[in-house]
């Protein structure tokens, strides 16, 4: 089956990422078990507890706060990582370090994905499109600069020994434009591929239903029609066990013989 929808591969949404490394003090991170007797006795607890360095996300620590003070709610979000090497093509400080990173949640610039080709094992063009509305970087560029002072803070004094990324010769606005425009990276949140709505030019409707095609509906981070403002995992769950409602009632009343009144759990 061929069907001509202009919706799919539009409004694709992401959350940018900005980074912050610092070097720490001592051997305060994971970056420590890069040694390879360290790796191997964190193997072996794992395999025998189930706990230590193994079984840790690395990012172990986040919040939330504010880069635009009218907001109405946190608008940016921060993931500190116990490693200085865990971003591509940074390498891991001396003493170890930390990577501490900062995202600003609610982009208004909309990207898209096409095909390649006609070849359905080609890969997809994507343009995330990032920053094509001004404010989105205006907005990314307050959360870097959080992320800065608040490693600076003096309660971190006996851990941090100093800014590595993006470093002291990093100070005008343009400084910082720059380097992001070199550091960053998606934050793996993409979304709104596949739009939920109303209108005629939606991809799916209210009940998931794909529109155009009997029988089809789309249960992912890309019906989203805004990617929401935090990691896109609980929400996408969400919309699952949605769906799954509205399939089972579905079912329920074309064919109730089928389906009991109480599914067990």
């Not at 189930?50 to 919040?63: D, I, M, Q």
């Not at 998931?208 to 029988?215: A, H, T």
């Not at 019906?223 to 896109?232: G, L």
């Not at 074309?254 to 759990?265: D, F, I, K, L, Q």
Request: hydrophobic share 35%; aromatic share 6%; net charge negative.
């Amino acid at each position: 089956m061929v069907l001509d929808q202009p919706g799919v591969g539009s409004n694709l949404q992401d959350h940018l990422d900005l980074f912050v490394i610092a070097e720490c003090t001592g051997p305060h991170t994971y970056d420590r078990f890069a040694k390879p007797h360290l790796s191997a006795l964190a193997g072996l607890q794992y395999l025998l507890t189930r706990k230590g360095p193994v079984a840790s996300s690395l990012f172990e620590t986040g919040g939330f706060w504010y880069a635009d003070p009218d907001a109405r709610s946190p608008d940016i979000q921060f993931h500190l990582g116990l490693g200085s090497g865990i971003e591509a093509g940074v390498a891991a400080m001396p003493q170890g370090g930390v990577t501490f990173n900062s995202a600003y949640l609610r982009p208004r610039s909309r990207g898209t994905v096409r095909l390649g080709s006609a070849d359905p094992k080609a890969a997809p063009l994507i343009d995330p499109n990032y920053w094509e509305d001004p404010h989105d970087r205006e907005m990314s560029i307050r959360g870097l600069k959080l992320a800065r002072e608040m490693m600076r803070q003096a309660a971190l004094k006996p851990y941090v020994l100093a800014e590595r990324l993006p470093g002291p010769g990093v100070q005008t606005d343009q400084d910082h434009v720059d380097y992001a425009c070199s550091h960053a990276k998606t934050d793996h949140h993409p979304a709104g591929t596949c739009r939920m709505g109303s209108d005629k030019d939606a991809v799916v409707d209210p009940q998931l239903r794909f529109n155009g095609i009997d029988g089809l509906r789309v249960v992912d981070a890309s019906i989203m029609p805004r990617v929401v403002s935090s990691n896109t995992n609980a929400a996408t769950i969400m919309i699952a066990e949605k769906a799954a409602d509205l399939i089972r009632d579905m079912i329920r009343e074309r064919m109730p013989e089928r389906m009991p009144e109480r599914m067990p759990t």
